[in-house]
């Protein structure tokens, strides 16, 4: 069972693919789960209590994601660079792809980028990591033409600005595409075992959905982002437990997705 490591990560790597040859209906992407900045960035101008806090990384996100891409046998794409250096889950042209303030904090290093340290910032963490989730996609595509599933795996803070989240476990989604997300909404025996809202801890509108549309609306799969509090993720056991929930859960609403596609079928036809 992978750690719930919430040292500081030392990696070159800026992308990593675990069980890439998974025969799993899924696709599993985890763009938060390291807190390693190059060392050339010299730590962005942080403390090390800093870079182990939620600022810098989806914490117990990458533990949980590799678990769950084991027991649903699924690729997992997973950033192996701090959201701080570049958030991957953000298109190239956001200004928020690089924060100069993160949850009432300042980092040093993001202030008045120019546009040239913007781009070679894109080109360390946001394009290699971008390669590989296309090349697994075209993967899934070519095993199981588009009857699989992008998802993507993150954590949150019970507490934001200064404000307590009530939600324990959000299923997000973009306007385009409701229906994995319906389909997990939809079965109440996993959903109803923690507080789980739609859209929430973040919407769409926050531009939170960015690899949903580039990589699961663009080839025309099923997708959805899941978000766990990070507070159910504190030990092994507890990211083992998450991950026994979502594995039976999405195998749960794929199935439902998959028999629902005849009728579908059958009811455009007329």
């Known amino acids: 069972m992978p750690s719930p490591d919430r040292n500081i990560h030392h990696s070159e790597r800026p992308v990593s693919v675990i069980n890439p040859a998974g025969k799993g209906r899924f696709l599993l992407v985890c763009e938060h789960a390291s807190n390693h900045i190059p060392a050339?960035?010299?730590?962005?101008?942080?403390?090390?209590?800093?870079?182990?806090?939620?600022?810098?990384?989806?914490?117990?996100?990458?533990?949980?994601?590799?678990?769950?891409?084991?027991?649903?046998?699924?690729?997992?794409?997973?950033?192996?660079?701090?959201?701080?250096?570049?958030?991957?889950?953000?298109?190239?042209?956001?200004?928020?792809?690089?924060?100069?303030?993160?949850?009432?904090?300042?980092?040093?290093?993001?202030?008045?980028?120019?546009?040239?340290?913007?781009?070679?910032?894109?080109?360390?963490?946001?394009?290699?990591?971008?390669?590989?989730?296309?090349?697994?996609?075209?993967?899934?595509?070519?095993?199981?033409?588009?009857?699989?599933?992008?998802?993507?795996?993150?954590?949150?803070?019970?507490?934001?600005?200064?404000?307590?989240?009530?939600?324990?476990?959000?299923?997000?989604?973009?306007?385009?595409?409701?229906?994995?997300?319906?389909?997990?909404?939809?079965?109440?025996?996993?959903?109803?075992r923690f507080i789980t809202r739609r859209n929430e801890p973040y919407a769409p509108t926050d531009g939170v959905i960015h690899t949903l549309q580039v990589h699961g609306l663009a080839n025309g799969v099923a997708n959805v982002m899941i978000e766990v509090r990070n507070d159910l993720l504190e030990d092994t056991a507890a990211i083992a437990s998450i991950a026994d929930l979502l594995a039976d859960w999405l195998c749960t609403a794929m199935r439902t997705l998959r028999a629902r596609a005849p009728r579908a079928a059958e009811e455009a036809r007329g």
């Not at 595409?177 to 939809?186: K, P, R």
Request: charged share 30%; glycine share 4%.
């Open 40 to 192: 050339r960035l010299d730590n962005l101008g942080l403390d090390e209590d800093a870079l182990a806090s939620h600022i810098a990384w989806d914490i117990g996100a990458g533990a949980l994601a590799e678990a769950l891409c084991l027991k649903i046998d699924a690729p997992l794409v997973r950033s192996e660079i701090s959201r701080l250096v570049y958030d991957c889950n953000r298109s190239s042209d956001a200004p928020d792809a690089i924060v100069e303030i993160s949850d009432r904090r300042a980092i040093p290093g993001n202030s008045a980028l120019d546009d040239a340290a913007r781009r070679q910032r894109q080109a360390i963490a946001y394009t290699p990591f971008r390669s590989a989730i296309s090349k697994a996609a075209q993967d899934r595509n070519a095993g199981f033409d588009r009857d699989w599933a992008l998802v993507t795996i993150h954590s949150f803070t019970p507490v934001y600005e200064g404000k307590r989240r009530e939600v324990e476990i959000g299923i997000l989604h973009s306007d385009e595409d409701t229906l994995l997300a319906d389909a997990m909404l939809e079965s109440s025996a996993h959903a109803a």
